[in-house]
């Protein structure tokens, strides 16, 4: 059966005529008005079908001697229609459980997702309730939004922690801090993070987890927990990385089979801050040559003329690049179509980015908070890179057009 064949609406051709005539007067009223009516109807539609649901419980085994004891009158929130009132039928021995609205809930289920959503989105609490008359047609507090993050908190840390059973063969692995409003004060919390490029040529986000970017012990503990969650580290041939104290020989640890590569984006800045202001310029001209090279051997050929033209008065902007030729060259080992891709470790910046922006509103983020709301951008990102390979250029200009918090906001909530 259909549910909304229980709900019976006729209408009149007199009727009809007068509620166009009222259209044509004033529109929003009108609206107003039909939305009234359609949420006395439904009121009335769940009312009966409680005192229905009593008559069966009654009628059931074991309730020869329960009866009824009359009703409880209580508001209750239902999404599309705002607060209606329902009669809820009682027994005389207190234990009829209705399966249509629960005993102590006053609200519908999916208000709280749609609360949890427009929470991700970047919406502050003080704004979601101050828009929520309009929009769901109730007045929800703040720590009434703040609650409704509770729906996906475990579903978060499920999939943080997922299996990891495809193969990945690449690894961009940075650390980078999240600007955190806790107790009023911002403050910076670093935190881990490994993307992968799987076996199909799909990024996707592996891991983000507390910890100290130059600690070696802590880079090991991320790494044994891919390995722990099914990674195969003998299958990863690349780990593009920044020069961190003490990373690159605890990645080596763990992926043997691996050559480590440095991020282009990392070593320049580095090296325009060796360089004299002067030659900046030039320095960056001539550095984007090498970057940029159509095989290693004009790379390396590029770098001489760089080091050349240099000369003594860029020796130390030189020497940040040289000390790291070898890892800076290392996509080069790969083939053509994933130069552009392994040369930087830039889509962790991307999780950065889009944490900052849907945060800057919030009053204050808890650690539970903090990891929902990781995990939906991760979840967001993911979706716009399993449109495109990485070796298929056009997904960098289609993730702006494509928004995927949907898609992302239904995995934690389902």
């Known amino acids: 059966m259909d549910l909304m064949s229980i709900i019976k609406i006729e209408v009149s051709v007199p009727e009809a005529i007068s509620a166009i005539e009222k259209f044509k007067a004033g529109r929003l009223k009108a609206l107003d008005e039909l939305g009234q009516q359609f949420k006395a109807s439904f009121s009335e539609a769940i009312n009966q079908l409680l005192n229905l649901e009593m008559d069966l419980f009654l009628g059931g085994p074991g309730q020869n001697f329960n009866k009824r004891n009359g009703y409880k009158e209580k508001i ?45 989105a970047g919406i502050s609490n003080r704004s979601v309730a101050m828009i929520s008359k309009r929009l769901l047609g109730i007045k929800i507090s703040k720590s009434t939004v703040q609650q409704s993050l509770n729906l996906v908190t475990e579903q978060a840390s499920r999939w943080l922690t997922r299996d990891l059973t495809d193969q990945y063969w690449a690894l961009y692995i940075d650390g980078t801090n999240f600007k955190v409003q806790r107790r009023g004060s911002t403050e910076p919390e670093p935190s881990l993070v490994v993307l992968g490029i799987s076996s199909n040529g799909h990024r996707s986000i592996l891991a983000i987890e507390p910890g100290q970017k130059d600690s070696a012990s802590c880079w090991q503990t991320v790494f044994e927990s891919l390995r722990d969650r099914g990674l195969r580290m003998d299958k990863v041939r690349i780990g593009s990385m920044d020069g961190l104290p003490g ?25 325009l801050n060796r360089c004299p202001a002067r030659l900046r310029v030039t320095f960056k001209m001539a550095l984007s040559q090498v970057m940029m090279a159509r095989s290693e051997s004009d790379a390396r050929a590029q770098f001489q003329i760089l080091k050349n033209m240099m000369g003594s008065d860029g020796i130390r902007a030189v020497q940040t690049i040289e000390k790291d030729l070898e890892s800076l060259l290392a996509h080069y080992k790969f083939e053509q179509k994933y130069w552009r891709t392994l040369r930087t470790t830039n889509p962790i910046e991307r999780i950065n980015r889009e944490f900052k922006r849907r945060t800057k509103s919030m009053d ?3 650690e539970s908070t903090l990891n929902v709301i990781l995990a939906f951008i991760a979840l967001k990102l993911e979706y716009g890179w399993q449109m495109y390979r990485v070796d298929d250029h056009r997904h960098e200009n289609m993730e702006r057009l494509h928004n995927r918090l949907e898609m992302a906001a239904e995995k934690l909530l389902n």
Not at 260 to 268: E, G
């Open 364 to 366: 204050s983020i808890g």
């Open 76 to 120: 209750y929130f239902l999404k599309g229609f705002g607060s209606i009132t329902l009669r809820v039928p009682q027994d005389r021995h207190g234990i009829f459980n209705s399966s249509i609205i629960e005993k102590h809930e006053r609200s519908d289920p999916r208000l709280r997702e749609d609360l949890a959503l427009l929470h991700l």
């Open 247 to 271: 990373l690159e020989s605890a990645f080596k640890k763990y992926f043997s089979q691996a050559v480590t590569a440095r991020c282009w984006v990392h070593a320049s800045k580095n090296a």
